[in-house]
Nanobody, 125 residues
Framework: QVRVVESGGGLVQAGDSLRLSCSAS????????MGWFRHAPGKEREFVGG????????EYSHSVKGRFTISRDNARNMGYLQMTSLKPEDTADYYC??????????????????WGQGTPVTVSS
């Protein structure tokens, strides 16, 4: 059983920064890449960004590139989503997910095997 838990969400104002954390625990026997997704009301869940196992490769959606940064600490089985210059349209539930694909970071939802329960981020204008 693999457990994924996000934390760090909250209510912020436009222009603020926020850092989300992702903790992975349990029966993790193989390397994994980590992806971040978000789901806003009335919209489909979308890929925000991801990082491969080595940390040398990252991918970001166009809407967050240059504002969000993903990192990871493999020794702690932790991942982070640093969000800056937040906008009201960034308001969503944010999810961390793990995939056994370790070279290229996949952007498709169905590529990820393990998901957290999400943490809400609200950006007020």
């Amino acid at each position: 059983q693999v457990r994924v838990v996000e934390s760090g969400g909250g209510l912020v104002q436009a222009g603020d920064s926020l850092r989300l954390s992702c903790s992975a625990s349990g029966r993790i026997f193989s390397p994994y890449s980590m992806g971040w997704f978000r789901h806003a009301p009335g919209k489909e869940r979308e890929f925000v960004g991801g990082i491969n196992f080595s940390g040398r490769s990252t991918e970001y959606s166009h809407s967050v590139k240059g504002r969000f940064t993903i990192s990871r600490d493999n020794a702690r089985n932790m991942g982070y989503l640093q969000m800056t210059s937040l906008k009201p349209e960034d308001t969503a539930d944010y999810y961390c997910a793990l995939t056994k694909r370790t070279i290229v970071v996949p952007t498709a939802i169905d590529a990820y095997e393990y998901w957290g329960q999400g943490t809400p981020v609200t950006v007020s204008s």
